[in-house]
């Protein structure tokens, strides 16, 4: 069964790995497009104490044109979400492969999107020793 996510955990806690994930996110060229605070949303409608738990659309324009010129369809899979959550004192940073999508639901051999998640796994492997 193909992966769907790559994921690292880091020893800081969620709001710290949100701020260092969107400084490195920029320094990479990539862009911030929306965030929801998941945890926010549950408490105020459901009065529910959940674990801080981020959801972020990241896009880095030059790979969005560069996928969607190739097929257009990948706009489908766009923006690259990543989420980060509550994981004992630390946080739990996944990003959806968007490549095993492209094979699974485009008939694409992914090679074109990995070239991006290998650049956003990379920043991810940043969050594990801070």
């Known amino acids: 069964m193909p992966m769907l996510d790559y994921t690292v955990t880091s020893p800081m806690d969620p ?4 701020g260092a994930l969107s400084q490195r996110l920029r ?23 959940f674990k801080p738990y981020y959801i972020l659309n990241v896009c880095k324009p ?27 004192t630390g946080s739990r940073v996944s990003l959806v492969l968007v490549s095993e999508m492209e094979k699974a639901h485009l008939g694409g051999d992914g090679s ?3 070239k991006y998640e290998r650049e956003l796994e990379e920043i991810l492997d940043g969050l594990r020793g801070n």
């Open 27 to 49: 320094e990479k060229g990539y862009v911030l497009l929306s965030y929801v605070e998941m945890h926010t949303i549950l408490r105020k409608n459901f009065n529910s104490d």
């Open 112 to 114: 074109l999107v990995r």
């Open 62 to 88: 030059q790979a969005a044109m560069e996928l969607m010129t190739y097929n257009e369809s990948m706009g489908m899979l766009l923006p690259c979400k990543i989420t980060i959550s509550q994981s004992g």
């Open 15 to 18: 709001d710290k790995a949100f």
